[in-house]
């Protein structure tokens, strides 16, 4: 029996977005707009003792041969505003936010972030994200300008950047406080430089020190830049590798990349997107399963998105049919808006096409084959030894958890297997600490100055 100690299982909950997996069409499901649905779901994982509650972001309506695609469903709300208003409805939970690196300045992503930090008492975290789509360029200044060699290196500084106007304060700072006659010293306040390719910034910045020393950040890039990114930066990963194999090879990869920024294992945390599958047994949970993924691709839907990667219009054909014979077009652009994991459309047909053949499936079957994300299947005791048997193994941290259905989609998974997990001493009964940090077990960063004076801390609560 190993002597290594039983690691503690990391959960969050991400808020279903406007993509092919959410299911709008049950009769369950609800507004993705009203401040109600972000409100139940963000308090259920706050029930469920998670370590943060997560919306991505969407900057503009995907488009499907010329026309905005109308399988999904439009509208999402800025990600800042509604965690802001949820700091108000919540205690405990982190607030994550998925803001981009390519459309967006470090000194204004600074102030948004460190406010909502000391608006929830150290509950912000920052997704950061790149893109070099010039489509959605389009709704900005920087429309296209960025090439995609590059969006790393942007992002890579403008992190940098970010950082240097976080940790700008002592972390003693306060303001000004009239009733108490506190002033702020002039040594708890450092001004900040920044030159590189992407920004010449220097000045004073306006928020002080938050609860944390500075919002959590958050990596969502896979490539071999990203991840190398993650590893120099990054307090968390949100993975799309779920799987065993996969899973356990992203894991090593990236945590043995982190001694060359000097950093430990522990100091950053893999938690893969996730869904789970509920059932009375395996048997019943693999039914429901088949049910729900056959909702997520509808008829329409699978040859929506087989167009994607044929570049061709393919309305003719029938989604209960076989693969179409001709080749995938690879000057054509027949969706805009939707990111795609792999480029080269001729090698994605081949493999296709031999998955089809090999297991006898039609187009709509495909689909919801290669679309599936690796699932967590079975009683609500069964998944908690999978999420488990699965910590345990190095294969994650642990799991972002994405419902299918908006708002109530978390609520079994809460209700029946956080209790086995705390059974089993793998995941906590209640919140140790009040900050995002300390649900992850991460330290404080200390700030680059030292402090000149030593009062009330400030906030904005």
């Known amino acids: 029996m190993s002597d290594k100690p039983r690691k503690q299982v990391h959960l969050a909950a991400h808020f279903p977005g406007v993509n092919n997996t959410t299911v709008w069409s049950d009769p369950e499901s609800g507004s993705q707009t009203d401040f109600s649905s972000f409100a139940h779901l963000a308090r259920t994982a ?18 499907h041969r010329g026309q905005i695609f109308d399988l999904d469903v439009v509208g999402r709300p800025d990600s800042l505003t509604v965690l802001s208003a949820l700091a108000a409805v919540t205690d405990r939970i ?6 981009n690196t390519t459309f967006n300045e470090p000194y ?6 460190a406010t909502l930090d000391h608006l929830s008492n ?3 975290a920052w997704n950061a994200v790149t893109s070099p789509d010039a489509f959605t360029g389009e709704n900005f200044r920087r429309g296209g300008f960025l090439e995609r060699s590059l969006r790393y290196d942007r992002a ?16 003693d700072a306060v303001l000004a406080d009239a009733e108490s006659g506190v002033f702020v010293d002039d040594g708890s306040i450092g001004t900040f430089h920044h030159g590189g390719d992407e920004f010449a910034i220097s000045g004073e910045f306006n928020v002080p020190r ?5 919002p959590v950040q958050i990596q969502a890039g896979d490539s071999d830049g990203g991840r190398e990114l993650a590893a120099q930066q990054a307090d968390v990963i949100f993975s799309r590798h779920s799987g065993w194999d996969d899973g356990r090879a992203f894991f090593a990869d990236v945590k043995r990349r ?11 945390k893999i938690v893969p997107a996730a869904v789970a599958f509920l059932g009375d047994d395996r048997e019943d949970a693999l039914e429901k399963a088949a049910h729900i993924r056959r909702q997520q691709v509808s008829p329409q839907g699978a040859i929506a998105f087989l167009e994607q990667v044929w570049g061709r219009d393919l309305s003719t054909y029938d989604p209960d049919g076989p693969l179409p014979d001709i080749d995938p077009d690879i000057s054509a652009e027949i969706t805009r808006g939707r990111v795609r994991h792999e480029q080269d459309s001729l090698s994605v047909a081949e493999k296709w096409r031999h998955i089809a053949e090999t297991k006898h499936l039609s187009i709509r079957e495909l689909i919801i084959e290669v679309t599936t994300r690796s699932a967590f299947v079975g009683s609500p005791k069964e998944v908690a030894h999978l999420i488990n048997d699965h910590v345990q193994g190095d294969a994650a941290d642990g799991y972002i958890l994405v419902p299918h259905i908006t708002p109530h989609g978390l609520d079994e998974f809460v209700d029946k297997v956080v209790p086995e997990l705390q059974d089993l001493g793998v995941f906590r009964t209640d919140y140790e600490g009040p900050t995002l940090r300390d649900h992850l077990g991460l330290t404080r960063p200390r700030s680059s100055i030292a402090a000149g004076v030593s009062s009330r801390h400030w906030s904005l609560a």
């Open 156 to 171: 890579g500084e403008f992190i940098t950047a970010t950082r240097a106007l976080w940790d700008s304060w002592a972390d």
């Open 108 to 113: 204004e992503l600074a102030r948004q972030f």
């Open 258 to 268: 982190l001694a060359t920024y000097g950093r430990s294992p522990e100091d950053l």
């Open 210 to 214: 938050s609860p944390q020393g500075r």
């Open 46 to 63: 706050e029930r469920g003792k998670f370590d943060f509650f997560f919306l991505a972001e969407g900057l503009r309506l995907r488009e």
């Open 94 to 99: 982190g607030l994550a936010a998925t803001l």
């Open 122 to 124: 150290g509950r912000a």
